[in-house]
């Protein structure tokens, strides 16, 4: 009885889109080449370690493709309060690395409880916006209390210190304010007011988080210490060229000019080695990866549908353009991850859960209303 509560019968499998969890196996093998160079052609210790993880996470990623969507929406706050949690336990008990406490070891295991806020919150916020029926427009009113949870799993996140997620976080509980229907007027008001207010703000972020700011502005600043990532990174990418150097041919990597090189920096090790055009038909990749659940949502009408194939689609697409925002020096070096791409367990496995979800979500059918 339980398991017909919890699981879809079997034969929902022949529903899922398929081209889409080709492309995610695309994409993880390209980042599995891109691991084994990083490593001067060895499999250890990048690629061998992250394929190990992608196959012990794959019975998880198709439990939760089996799940049964309403069972999903029933257990929202379940989910956001566990994660809650989890943030609370890291900031008491957390193993902390590089200046910053944010993982929890289980078993051996680093577990980075800040990756799997952003998938609770907002499965919690697509059930709000779904119990109100939201159609046309939002409120101020009822967008302040998902926007208050937003900020305060900023905040916990922000003091690990953590600020690439923190902001991550905020930025996809207002998408998802943004998505439900609020007025334009609102978001545009709030970004007028930080604007304002930035000068304040700058006050109280780290001094490391200031300093890699004045980098990104102008990494001549201290070119052989904090501005030197930034650097490389642009050396390696421009060496690629249209066609790059070839596989296992990137002077930048090779010689280990390039720091960080497996996680924040990927990105610039693919494209030393393949140039313009594999760059290209990566980010193409992403951008049809990012597409087929979105364009799926103008053919559905319940909005916790919609709210979680959008945003959860557009959270893996966010990090992406972050990420290689990053490496060419677009934006400041923040720690966000490449999807499927960059070396780490707990960003693998909640990007393997949010794809899970979105073909969970792709293949239900909307003859009945599912969610009340």
Same mark, same amino acid.
């Given at each position: 009885?339980?398991?017909?509560?919890?699981?879809?019968?079997?034969?929902?499998?022949?529903?899922?889109?398929?081209?889409?969890?080709?492309?995610?196996?695309?994409?993880?093998?390209?980042?599995?080449?891109?691991?084994?160079?990083?490593?001067?052609?060895?499999?250890?210790?990048?690629?061998?370690?992250?394929?190990?993880? $992608?196959?012990?996470?794959? *019975?998880?990623?198709?439990?939760?493709?089996?799940?049964?969507?309403?069972?999903?929406?029933?257990?929202?706050?379940?989910?956001?309060?566990?994660?809650?949690?989890?943030?609370?336990?890291?900031?008491? $008990?957390?193993?902390?690395?590089?200046?910053?406490?944010?993982?929890?070891?289980?078993?051996?295991?680093?577990?980075?409880?800040?990756?799997?806020?952003?998938?609770?919150?907002?499965?919690?916020?697509?059930?709000?916006?779904?119990?109100?029926?939201?159609?046309?427009?939002?409120?101020?009113?009822?967008?302040?209390? *998902?926007?208050?949870?937003?900020?305060?799993?900023?905040?916990?996140?922000?003091?690990?210190?953590?600020?690439?997620?923190?902001?991550?976080?905020?930025?996809?509980?207002?998408?998802?304010?943004?998505?439900?229907?609020?007025?334009?007027?609102?978001?545009?008001?709030?970004?007028?007011?930080?604007?304002?207010?930035?000068?304040?703000?700058?006050?109280?972020?780290?001094?490391?988080?200031?300093?890699?700011?004045?980098?990104?502005?102008?990494?001549?600043?201290?070119?052989?210490?904090?501005?030197?990532?930034?650097?490389?990174?642009?050396?390696?990418?421009?060496?690629?060229?249209?066609?790059?150097?070839?596989?296992?041919?990137?002077?930048?990597?090779?010689?280990?000019?390039?720091?960080?090189?497996?996680?924040?920096?990927?990105?610039?090790?693919?494209?030393?080695?393949?140039?313009?055009?594999?760059?290209?038909?990566?980010?193409?990749?992403?951008?049809?990866?990012?597409?087929? *659940?979105?364009?799926?949502?103008?053919?559905?009408?319940?909005? $916790?549908?919609?709210?979680?194939?959008?945003?959860?689609?557009?959270?893996?697409?966010?990090?992406?353009?972050?990420?290689?925002?990053?490496?060419?020096?677009?934006?400041?070096?923040?720690?966000?991850?490449?999807?499927?791409?960059?070396?780490?367990?707990?960003?693998?496995?909640?990007?393997?859960?949010?794809?899970?979800?979105?073909?969970? $979500?792709?293949?239900?059918?909307?003859?009945?209303?599912?969610?009340?």
């Amino acid at each position: 009885m339980l398991s017909k509560i919890m699981f879809k019968e079997f034969k929902s499998i022949f529903n899922l889109n398929w081209i889409y969890f080709f492309i995610l196996l695309i994409i993880f093998w390209i980042g599995e080449i891109n691991l084994y160079s990083a490593a001067g052609g060895s499999l250890d210790p990048w690629a061998l370690n992250q394929l190990t993880r $992608f196959l012990f996470f794959l *019975p998880l990623f198709f439990l939760v493709i089996m799940l049964e969507p309403k069972f999903i929406f029933n257990f929202a706050e379940v989910f956001l309060i566990l994660v809650l949690i989890g943030l609370i336990t890291t900031l008491i $008990f957390g193993y902390t690395g590089m200046g910053a406490t944010r993982w929890i070891r289980i078993a051996g295991f680093n577990l980075q409880v800040s990756e799997f806020t952003k998938i609770a919150l907002v499965i919690f916020m697509a059930k709000y916006f779904h119990k109100l029926n939201a159609e046309k427009t939002i409120g101020l009113i009822k967008s302040i209390f *998902p926007l208050i949870v937003s900020i305060i799993f900023f905040i916990l996140v922000a003091i690990q210190p953590d600020l690439g997620t923190a902001v991550i976080i905020l930025a996809l509980g207002l998408v998802v304010i943004f998505y439900a229907g609020i007025k334009l007027i609102y978001p545009l008001l709030s970004l007028g007011v930080i604007l304002l207010i930035s000068p304040i703000l700058w006050t109280f972020l780290k001094p490391y988080q200031q300093n890699r700011i004045q980098i990104f502005l102008n990494p001549d600043l201290d070119p052989l210490g904090k501005g030197y990532h930034i650097i490389q990174s642009k050396i390696a990418i421009g060496s690629g060229g249209l066609k790059g150097n070839g596989f296992l041919e990137g002077s930048q990597s090779s010689l280990d000019f390039l720091p960080e090189k497996e996680t924040d920096f990927v990105f610039a090790i693919f494209s030393e080695q393949f140039g313009f055009t594999g760059s290209i038909l990566l980010i193409s990749l992403f951008f049809i990866m990012f597409l087929i *659940p979105v364009l799926k949502t103008y053919k559905l009408t319940q909005v $916790f549908n919609k709210i979680i194939l959008f945003v959860l689609s557009f959270k893996i697409f966010f990090e992406f353009l972050i990420n290689i925002s990053m490496t060419i020096g677009i934006l400041p070096v923040v720690g966000v991850a490449l999807p499927f791409m960059s070396y780490g367990g707990s960003s693998l496995l909640s990007n393997l859960i949010i794809c899970a979800l979105l073909l969970n $979500f792709m293949s239900i059918s909307e003859n009945k209303r599912m969610f009340s």
